[in-house]
């Protein structure tokens, strides 16, 4: 419903499946600071996802909200000048295994 949206370069986040490796991945591209990253139009990132080998992947929220949180500090660079934007919603993946009823990691 947006083309231009979807061919215009923005900072990207995303996530996909790879079946073959069975992984999960989580993606974040940088955008709207050149030079350092330009983004990624909608079809440059479905290339980037098949490219990696996923099937399955999903567009999330992009632009300032772009940014990747490991163990509390920010893997890349957000767009928005302040830094980080407060935002009220994330994906999050936690390692408790408690809270699966077992205590203890999958085989």
Avoid: I, Y
């Amino acid at each position: 419903e947006r083309p231009a949206f979807a061919a215009s370069r923005h900072p990207r986040t995303a996530v996909g499946f790879d079946p073959a490796s069975q992984r999960l991945w989580l993606v974040v591209v940088d955008g709207r600071q050149a030079p350092r990253s330009v983004g990624m139009t909608l079809p440059e990132l479905a290339t980037l996802l098949e490219a990696f080998g996923m099937q399955d992947a999903m567009n999330l929220d992009g632009g300032g909200s772009s940014v990747m949180v490991v163990r509390g500090a920010a893997q890349n660079h957000p767009s928005d000048e302040a830094g980080e934007r407060p935002v009220v919603n994330a994906l999050a993946l936690v390692r408790d295994f408690s809270r699966c009823g077992l205590g203890k990691p999958f085989d």
